[in-house]
Each structure stands twice: as C-alpha cells, then as structure tokens.
C-alpha cells in the first residue's frame, strides 16, 4: 500500500497534477530539457495535466 502511494506520487500524471508541464518541439514531438533546443519561430507543444497547447517560440532565455 505504501509502496504504491510512492509510486502513484512519482507516476507522469502525477508530477503534471503538481503544476509541471511536459514541452515538445514540433513537428516531430521531440523532448524538449533546455531552452538551447530553441531557435526563435520554432513551434511548440505543451502538455499539462489537464490538456495541451501549441505556441510560437519568441524569446529565448539560456539560464535563470
């Protein structure tokens, strides 16, 4: 029981209902894990937990 709260807590949904979002580069759904993947005009793909949407890159920014 314990060891499937754990679990459940780490699942994709889960860390999605946390407020976290998954990005991809379309057209080819590639994983987005740095703004460096970017160049200005790509499009974009963001799924959240509830739904997802598309958008025009327009500024990139490297690190915090």
């Known amino acids: 029981s314990n060891l499937v ?3 459940n ?3 994709p949904l ?3 209902g946390r407020g976290y979002s998954i990005c ?3 057209p080819d ?3 987005l ?3 460096n993947q970017l160049k200005l005009t790509d499009q974009v793909e963001v799924r959240l937990h509830k ?3 598309q958008g025009k890159v327009e ?3 490297e690190s915090w």
């Open 59 to 61: 500024k990139i920014q």
């Open 5 to 7: 709260g754990k679990l």
């Open 24 to 26: 991809y580069l379309l």
């Open 33 to 35: 894990k740095s703004s």
């Open 9 to 11: 807590a780490l699942s």
């Open 51 to 53: 739904g997802k949407f």
């Open 29 to 31: 759904l590639k994983l």
């Open 14 to 16: 889960a860390v999605l």
